[in-house]
């Protein structure tokens, strides 16, 4: 990225998770100018244009194949608040389940099911009711140790589960339990496959919509196309938006059949629905990730940015950090809790004079980088110098001097990974610095 007066910087923040593929990448503004002299815009009530239905097909060849049915529309806000009336229409039940710490949107439906900040909602209440909210294994909310053992925490957090669906409400009066598979803005956590795995049975067990929101997690971010396929299930439900057309917007959820056909006729639509400019886009970034190996790219890089986030702290045992964690690009480093108030603003505040583009997140001190799934060797690298500078500058600006134990090791959260890389090695996903 150039400023008007020709700064450069190095970008990991990708527009929030959306310019997977850089910006200006030449093939997607070769197509986008061509559909651009062909049709702009043209709405869905009259029929199909052609960049939509060549979408359709390439989306057909990477979407988890039993959800075959699709609704589009432009923002994840919006494919959010379209699930919630998909379920409701599917099942007959109003309410909803999500994951303390969520964030799934801005909209009226989707500030009643983000707990992630309390901004979001503040001065709207009262909020949309039939909402229960239900803790997931993140331990800075749990208030239990880093180092926890996360089989027993994933245990609590399903038994609280079991008590909060009878407590809050019946099972019987839920639609749908919507969760992202990699807790986003409030805080890049990982969630573990065997929490995942114990919503699904649960929703299975009640007849209840299981809903992965893989609108930050989806499209190659963490090393797969969406998360699903890498924690091995089949949700009813998945939702899709911010990187699918690299930058113009477009969203949707993908369904199974029968919940489309449940779907009362006219419930679900939008001006802008399949944009042809979106969609042009959005061809041709599934075909540019499979001519670029861009999923190989992201496992390669992905490795070299956490073994060199790692690197860092053991060269650096002094600084305040706790935790360096994530799945394929999509990359939090957490403070410790005696870290000064505000380091993690400063630090993006340090990096970015420094010419590097990150970004924080969440109610606690929390960094993520969202490079574009296409980013070099040699600009990770530079990407790391530049934050390590940063970083160093942020806790000498907060006044910060360690006087505790130092960081002796970095230690996997469990002893067996529970995600696996695209060629089938076991990779962690947090890494604890033990003091
Ligand atoms: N769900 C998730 C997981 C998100 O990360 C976001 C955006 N950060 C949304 C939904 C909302 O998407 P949008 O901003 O396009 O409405």
Do not use: W
């Given at each position: 990225?150039?400023?008007?007066?020709?700064?450069?910087?190095?970008?990991?923040?990708?527009?929030?998770?959306?310019?997977?593929?850089?910006?200006?990448?030449?093939r997607l503004v070769k197509v986008v100018q061509t559909q651009a002299a062909t049709l702009w815009h043209g709405q869905l009530g009259m029929g199909t244009h052609k960049a939509l239905a060549d979408l359709i097909d390439d989306l057909s060849t990477v979407m988890p194949k039993h959800l075959t049915n699709l609704f589009f529309c432009s923002t994840g806000a919006e494919a959010v608040e379209g699930a919630l009336r998909l379920a409701r229409n599917a099942t007959g039940r109003q309410n909803v389940i999500a994951v303390q710490g969520a964030y799934h949107g801005r909209t009226n439906a989707c500030m009643a099911i983000t707990t992630s900040k309390y901004?979001?909602?503040?001065?709207?209440?009262?909020?949309?009711?039939?909402?229960?909210?239900?803790?997931?294994?993140?331990?800075?909310?749990?208030?239990?140790?880093?180092?926890?053992?996360?089989?027993?925490?994933?245990?609590?957090c399903l038994g609280i589960f079991d008590d909060l669906i009878f407590q809050t409400t019946n099972p019987k009066e839920v639609a749908m339990v919507i969760v992202e598979p990699v807790l986003g803005e409030g805080g890049y956590v990982p969630l573990p496959k065997a929490y995942l795995e114990g919503l699904t049975k649960r929703c299975k067990d009640h007849g209840i919509l299981f809903v992965l929101d893989e609108v930050q997690t989806g499209y190659g971010r963490t090393g797969s196309m969406f998360m699903a396929e890498q924690i091995g299930i089949e949700p009813d439900m998945m939702l899709f938006a911010k990187g699918v057309a690299n930058g113009l917007p477009l969203a949707g959820v993908a369904m199974r059949p029968d919940i489309a056909k449940a779907s009362i006729p006219g419930t679900q639509g939008g001006t802008y629905s399949g944009n042809a400019l979106s969609c042009a886009s959005a061809s041709e970034v599934i075909k540019v990730f499979r001519d670029e190996?861009?999923?190989?790219?992201?496992?390669?890089?992905?490795?070299?940015?956490?073994?060199?986030?790692?690197?860092?702290?053991?060269?650096?045992?002094?600084?305040?950090?706790?935790?360096?964690?994530?799945?394929?690009?999509m990359i939090g480093i957490q403070f410790s809790d005696n870290a000064p108030s505000g380091i993690s603003g400063e630090t993006v505040a340090q990096c970015l004079e420094r010419g590097l583009m990150i970004l924080n997140t969440s109610k606690f001190e929390i960094l993520r980088l969202i490079p574009p799934l296409n980013v070099t060797?040699?600009?990770?690298?530079?990407?790391l110098k530049l934050f390590e500078e940063g970083l160093k500058a942020a806790v000498a600006a907060k006044g910060y001097v360690h006087n505790?134990?130092?960081?002796?090791?970095?230690?996997?959260?469990?002893?067996?990974?529970?995600?696996?890389?695209?060629?089938g090695t076991p990779q962690a996903c947090r890494f604890i610095c033990q003091r």
């Open positions: 990225m150039y400023t008007e007066d020709g700064k450069r910087y190095l970008d990991l923040t990708s527009g929030i998770g959306v310019t997977n593929l850089g910006h200006c990448h030449p901004s979001y909602h503040i001065g709207c209440k009262p909020l949309m009711p039939g909402v229960t909210i239900v803790p997931c294994p993140f331990t800075s909310q749990l208030k239990v140790s880093p180092n926890s053992n996360m089989d027993e925490e994933v245990k609590r190996r861009i999923l190989e790219n992201v496992a390669l890089r992905s490795a070299q940015l956490m073994n060199g986030l790692q690197d860092i702290v053991r060269r650096n045992p002094e600084l305040p950090l706790q935790e360096i964690r994530g799945r394929g690009l060797a040699d600009q990770c690298a530079e990407a505790g134990p130092k960081v002796a090791s970095m230690k996997p959260c469990c002893a067996t990974p529970c995600y696996k890389n695209l060629d």
